[in-house]
């Protein structure tokens, strides 16, 4: 098992040098100047002597290979760099952003699974039946809407009901519990409900399968109650395939979240990328662009490591391999 | 002529700055007064606004967008400042008085004493004077998007710690107006000098002598002002005020009408408005603003380095259509005869603005634009410009009054057999496409702080203007704007400003089609705040208050 996860680990450093080299270089080879962006030079007269002045500032005017090693060096010692746009040290920006983005992605999660793992094991119970009709029907829709809709609809929704929205202020969840959990479960319910019909579906298909196997008919010859075979032998068995669906979905909700989190205009990570992005912030963009992968790359990890601990064959053939 | 008095009933206006070189302004000790109707004004609470983003940072003088002045200027004072009950009038506010010489080269302004900065500070002269050294010949490191404001300004000097005296090159009737800029906003010179030396600027603190300062600053969350209890003027009604960066229109909206903010200052969109105008107790409007929207060829490309082709252009849209179409989507809404603003004294007649191909197609006018598409086709084969020429417009995607205008320019060109494309580009890509000449035609949208001849004619029709982005060249009329620009006979500098306008528009290096009016809604409770015909102005919030 640890030389497994030593294996992994490994993979996991080189997939991050890869992101890194290639967020580095993206950001180059896109149109678009950050000293521009900066100078508000979209306003007119500023001369290039002037934004030559900024962009020495910055470093920019030095070999790529130069700026590359040399943010490299800085992130090797964990240190991102500093905000272009916010001045502040990249790293405490990005920490005082992602609570808020993990409040929304365990929420929403915690939606998924609850609602989705049910609806998924009903469905197919059920199978034919309106129950499952119904169900399915409710499914696709949640995969067919989009979220911001999803989130526009709440929010429009709330006001129109019950004229009210949450609060703009937004504290952290060990800030404040109640107000933190009334801010973010709408933009984790928007969000949700598309891995919520996933994660149903998904269960369903794979129940359909396990619920035919002879070792449930066995179990319902020897006269255990249905739901004791549907849920004992027919879920944990049939769980697997849904526990890395599921672990791959938190993983990517952490970037995945951009629009949501501008709908509901939640300062999380994903409205970090795109004011990095749209200001040119270099040193933010591909601070956050690498801590999103390492987040991916631990997902990935814990997939796997649970997969091996749900699926002892699976660990013996990672040992073997 | 001295500009002075104790109220507004004593500021200057357009006209008294016409009418003579010299002028003088003054105010009483109690700093800027005027009465909005509105009840009696009540102390305490705090307004919480909604801003589309968050602020790039704090540098007013750096800065070219609204992101940044709306943060800044309740934190900040200006020299004199736009009166909110006529915004055509100046009011006093750091400057007690102003006095113009006769020949109007020499302007001195007598500073209040007992200003204090928010950092504990007294405004001296030298105070004045940086800052508006700042931005006409900004340090190394620093740049300034408007130096060209303050383009006149020969030289400066202080007499004593309270007056500051400026020199200018030629006589400049719009000079007040131009240093009352919302954006030229005076700052401490021992707090900006260290930082500008360090190339750092004033991007991360606000240290002004407004009535707020700032007190938060969380990225993208919150910006947050307090009362400034050692204001020079009368304190400010609220306690705080609370900035939100809220990106999407519709987001700002929801959250207007949810009551998580009383007010939004920005609300293009026509259906966004009118969803806000259904909801009881919310006070909404529209208003033009110096910003309109133009088709600008790059001259440097063929072949729009053709007269021709231009004018083909011009004739080929249909700027009513234009309106309708675009005005609900984009709040373009409204149009003028000529290049100044919408209401302008100094627009052409119907008559002189239907001489212009395609300008006859402005509401009201009687174009026919089947006939002006057929004129503008034999233009381009005259032109040497073949059916199905690719034509590609650069447009911005985050602001419908780019994108919407650039689509809809598109499909009207192809009337006349171009094949035109819309590279639709993010705000980074396009600012650098556009200062550099990369494009062959560009929808801009340009939004003046202030309605002077001298700005919007400087700034957006001279050669060496922040927006002549197409890159012409035109010595006769760089001659003609500064001539208008230091007439100091009203008659005869309106007469050159129309003559400018006239020489302008039959180049067809830029095409004016439209202008943009923001829209604006707040709860009934928001009380003492007045829009401006400038988007920019009367944002100090000081008459502001809260009536819960």
């Given at each position: 098992?640890?030389s497994?996860?030593?294996?992994?680990?490994m993979?996991g450093?080189v997939t991050?040098?890869?992101?890194?080299?290639?967020?580095?270089?993206?950001?180059?080879?896109i149109?678009?100047?950050?000293?521009?962006?900066?100078?508000?030079?979209?306003?007119?007269?500023?001369?290039?002597?002037?934004?030559?002045q900024?962009?020495t500032q910055m470093?920019?005017?030095?070999p790529?290979?130069?700026?590359?090693?040399?943010?490299?060096g800085?992130?090797?010692?964990?240190?991102?760099?500093?905000?272009?746009?916010t001045?502040?040290?990249?790293?405490?920006?990005?920490t005082?952003?992602?609570?808020?983005?993990?409040?929304?992605?365990?929420?929403?999660?915690?939606i998924a699974?609850?609602?989705?793992?049910?609806?998924g094991?009903?469905?197919?119970?059920?199978?034919?039946?309106?129950i499952?009709q119904?169900?399915?029907?409710?499914?696709?829709?949640?995969?067919?809407?989009?979220?911001?809709?999803v989130?526009?609809?709440?929010i429009?929704?709330?006001?129109?009901?019950?004229?009210?929205?949450?609060?703009l202020?937004?504290?952290?969840?060990?800030?404040?519990?109640?107000?933190?959990?009334?801010?973010?479960?709408?933009?984790?319910?928007?969000?949700?409900?598309?891995?919520l019909?996933?994660?149903?579906?998904?269960?369903?298909s794979?129940?359909?399968?396990?619920?035919?196997e002879?070792?449930?008919?066995?179990?319902?010859?020897?006269?255990?109650s249905e739901?004791?075979?549907?849920?004992?032998?027919?879920?944990s068995?049939?769980?697997?395939p849904?526990?890395?669906?599921?672990?791959?979905?938190?993983?990517?909700?952490?970037?995945?979240?951009i629009?949501t989190?501008?709908?509901?205009s939640?300062p999380?990570?994903g409205?970090?990328?795109v004011?990095?992005?749209?200001?040119?912030?270099?040193?933010?963009?591909?601070?956050?662009?690498?801590?999103?992968?390492?987040?991916?790359?631990?997902?990935?990890?814990?997939?796997?490591?649970?997969?091996?601990?749900?699926?002892?064959?699976?660990?013996?053939?990672?040992?073997?391999? | 002529?001295?500009?002075?008095?104790?109220?507004?009933?004593?500021?200057?206006?357009?006209?008294?700055?016409?009418?003579?070189?010299?002028?003088?302004?003054?105010?009483?000790?109690?700093?800027?007064?005027?009465?909005?109707?509105?009840?009696?004004?009540?102390?305490?609470?705090?307004?919480?606004?909604?801003?589309?983003?968050?602020?790039?940072d704090?540098?007013?003088?750096?800065?070219?967008?609204?992101?940044?002045?709306?943060?800044?200027?309740?934190?900040y004072?200006?020299?004199?400042?736009?009166?909110?009950?006529?915004?055509?009038?100046?009011?006093?506010?750091?400057?007690?008085?102003?006095?113009?010489?006769?020949?109007?080269k020499?302007?001195?302004?007598?500073?209040?004493?007992?200003?204090?900065?928010?950092?504990?500070t007294?405004?001296?002269?030298?105070?004045?004077?940086?800052?508006?050294?700042?931005i006409?010949?900004?340090?190394?490191?620093?740049?300034?998007?408007?130096?060209?404001?303050?383009?006149?300004v020969?030289?400066?000097?202080?007499?004593?710690s309270?007056t500051v005296v400026?020199?200018?090159?030629?006589?400049?009737?719009?000079?007040?107006?131009?240093v009352?800029?919302?954006?030229?906003?005076?700052?401490?010179k021992?707090?900006?000098?260290?930082?500008?030396?360090?190339?750092?600027?004033?991007?991360?603190?606000?240290?002004?002598?407004?009535?707020?300062r700032?007190t938060?600053?969380?990225?993208?969350?919150?910006?947050?002002?307090?009362?400034?209890?050692?204001?020079?003027?009368?304190?400010?009604?609220?306690?705080?005020?609370?900035?939100?960066?809220?990106?999407?229109?519709?987001e700002?909206g929801?959250?207007?009408?949810?009551?998580?903010i009383?007010?939004?200052f920005?609300?293009?969109?026509?259906?966004v408005?009118?969803?806000?105008?259904?909801?009881?107790?919310?006070?909404?409007?529209r208003?033009?603003?110096?910003?309109?929207?133009?088709?600008?060829?790059?001259?440097?490309?063929?072949?729009?380095?053709?007269?021709r082709?231009?004018?083909a252009?011009?004739?080929?849209?249909?700027?009513e259509?234009?309106?309708k179409?675009?005005?609900p989507?984009?709040?373009?809404f409204?149009?003028?005869h000529?290049?100044?603003?919408?209401?302008s004294p100094?627009?052409?007649?119907?008559?002189?603005?239907?001489?212009?191909?395609?300008?006859?197609?402005?509401?009201?006018?009687?174009g026919?634009?089947?006939?002006?598409?057929?004129?503008?086709?034999?233009?381009?084969?005259?032109?040497g410009?073949?059916?199905?020429?690719?034509?590609?417009?650069?447009?911005?995607?985050?602001?419908?009054?780019?994108?919407?205008?650039?689509?809809?320019?598109?499909?009207?060109?192809?009337?006349?057999?171009?094949?035109v494309t819309?590279?639709?580009?993010?705000?980074?890509t396009?600012?650098t496409?556009?200062?550099?000449?990369?494009?062959?035609?560009v929808?801009?949208?340009?939004?003046?702080?202030?309605?002077?001849?001298?700005?919007?004619?400087?700034?957006g029709?001279?050669?060496?203007?922040?927006?002549?982005?197409?890159?012409?060249?035109?010595?006769?009329l760089?001659?003609?704007?500064?001539?208008?620009?230091?007439?100091?006979?009203?008659?005869?500098?309106?007469?050159?400003?129309?003559?400018?306008?006239?020489?302008f528009?039959?180049?067809y290096?830029?095409?004016?089609?439209?202008?943009?009016?923001?829209?604006?809604?707040h709860?009934?409770?928001?009380k003492?705040?007045?829009a401006?015909?400038?988007?920019?102005?009367?944002?100090?919030?000081?008459?502001?208050?809260?009536?819960?």
């Amino acid at each position: 098992m640890f030389s497994f996860i030593v294996q992994r680990l490994m993979v996991g450093i080189v997939t991050l040098f890869g992101v890194a080299v290639m967020v580095f270089l993206i950001m180059r080879v896109i149109p678009g100047d950050a000293a521009v962006m900066l100078s508000g030079a979209g306003a007119g007269a500023v001369s290039e002597e002037e934004l030559a002045q900024v962009r020495t500032q910055m470093g920019l005017d030095r070999p790529l290979v130069v700026q590359f090693v040399d943010w490299a060096g800085h992130v090797a010692r964990l240190d991102l760099g500093t905000s272009l746009r916010t001045g502040n040290p990249v790293f405490d920006d990005i920490t005082r952003r992602f609570p808020y983005t993990l409040q929304i992605v365990v929420m929403a999660t915690l939606i998924a699974v609850f609602l989705g793992i049910p609806a998924g094991v009903l469905s197919a119970r059920y199978a034919g039946t309106w129950i499952d009709q119904l169900l399915q029907a409710l499914s696709i829709g949640g995969l067919a809407a989009p979220s911001f809709w999803v989130g526009l609809i709440l929010i429009l929704g709330l006001v129109s009901l019950f004229q009210w929205s949450a609060p703009l202020l937004w504290e952290p969840f060990w800030v404040s519990p109640v107000k933190s959990f009334t801010q973010l479960i709408w933009p984790a319910l928007a969000v949700g409900l598309r891995q919520l019909a996933l994660i149903a579906r998904m269960t369903r298909s794979i129940m359909l399968e396990v619920l035919g196997e002879d070792y449930i008919r066995t179990a319902r010859a020897k006269g255990l109650s249905e739901w004791h075979v549907v849920i004992r032998h027919g879920l944990s068995n049939g769980l697997l395939p849904v526990v890395t669906l599921i672990g791959f979905e938190f993983s990517a909700l952490f970037g995945g979240l951009i629009i949501t989190e501008a709908v509901f205009s939640v300062p999380g990570l994903g409205q970090y990328v795109v004011a990095s992005i749209l200001n040119r912030d270099y040193p933010a963009a591909q601070g956050i662009v690498l801590v999103l992968a390492g987040i991916v790359v631990l997902g990935n990890l814990t997939v796997d490591l649970i997969y091996g601990w749900l699926d002892p064959r699976t660990r013996l053939r990672g040992a073997e391999t | 002529m001295t500009i002075s008095g104790p109220s507004n009933t004593d500021a200057v206006t357009r006209r008294d700055v016409l009418k003579t070189g010299g002028a003088a302004l003054a105010a009483a000790a109690a700093g800027p007064q005027w009465a909005l109707a509105q009840g009696a004004p009540k102390r305490g609470g705090t307004l919480r606004v909604s801003n589309g983003g968050d602020p790039p940072d704090f540098d007013v003088h750096q800065s070219a967008t609204y992101l940044t002045q709306f943060v800044t200027a309740p934190c900040y004072s200006t020299l004199l400042r736009a009166d909110p009950n006529d915004y055509d009038k100046l009011i006093p506010d750091l400057a007690e008085k102003t006095d113009v010489s006769a020949d109007g080269k020499t302007v001195t302004f007598h500073l209040r004493n007992g200003v204090n900065f928010h950092n504990g500070t007294p405004l001296t002269a030298d105070d004045v004077i940086y800052s508006l050294e700042r931005i006409r010949k900004p340090p190394r490191g620093i740049v300034s998007p408007r130096k060209g404001l303050l383009g006149n300004v020969d030289s400066m000097e202080a007499r004593g710690s309270h007056t500051v005296v400026v020199h200018l090159t030629q006589p400049q009737p719009d000079f007040l107006f131009m240093v009352s800029n919302a954006f030229n906003a005076i700052m401490s010179k021992k707090v900006a000098e260290p930082l500008d030396a360090q190339g750092q600027g004033m991007k991360r603190q606000i240290v002004g002598t407004g009535p707020f300062r700032l007190t938060q600053s969380i990225d993208g969350q919150i910006y947050e002002l307090s009362r400034f209890d050692g204001y020079f003027g009368q304190p400010a009604y609220l306690d705080k005020i609370q900035f939100f960066p809220i990106r999407g229109e519709i987001e700002r909206g929801a959250a207007l009408q949810g009551k998580r903010i009383d007010a939004g200052f920005f609300f293009p969109n026509e259906g966004v408005l009118q969803t806000l105008r259904r909801v009881s107790g919310m006070t909404e409007l529209r208003r033009p603003t110096p910003t309109f929207i133009n088709l600008i060829p790059n001259i440097q490309r063929k072949p729009f380095d053709d007269i021709r082709v231009r004018e083909a252009l011009s004739l080929a849209m249909d700027r009513e259509s234009f309106i309708k179409t675009v005005g609900p989507l984009a709040g373009a809404f409204f149009h003028s005869h000529g290049l100044m603003p919408p209401g302008s004294p100094y627009s052409l007649s119907e008559a002189e603005i239907k001489q212009f191909s395609g300008y006859d197609t402005l509401p009201g006018l009687g174009g026919n634009i089947a006939a002006n598409r057929q004129k503008a086709m034999a233009l381009l084969e005259q032109a040497g410009v073949p059916k199905g020429f690719k034509v590609v417009i650069l447009t911005r995607g985050d602001l419908p009054a780019f994108r919407d205008s650039a689509i809809n320019l598109s499909a009207q060109f192809k009337n006349i057999g171009l094949d035109v494309t819309v590279d639709v580009r993010d705000t980074g890509t396009f600012y650098t496409m556009e200062t550099t000449g990369n494009f062959q035609l560009v929808a801009h949208s340009v939004g003046m702080g202030g309605a002077v001849p001298d700005q919007i004619l400087g700034e957006g029709y001279t050669s060496y203007g922040g927006r002549n982005y197409g890159n012409w060249k035109d010595d006769s009329l760089d001659n003609l704007f500064r001539e208008q620009s230091r007439e100091l006979d009203p008659k005869k500098r309106a007469a050159l400003i129309k003559q400018f306008q006239l020489a302008f528009l039959k180049t067809y290096y830029q095409i004016n089609l439209a202008w943009v009016g923001y829209g604006a809604a707040h709860w009934n409770t928001v009380k003492g705040w007045k829009a401006l015909p400038d988007i920019y102005a009367n944002m100090q919030m000081d008459k502001v208050w809260i009536d819960a």
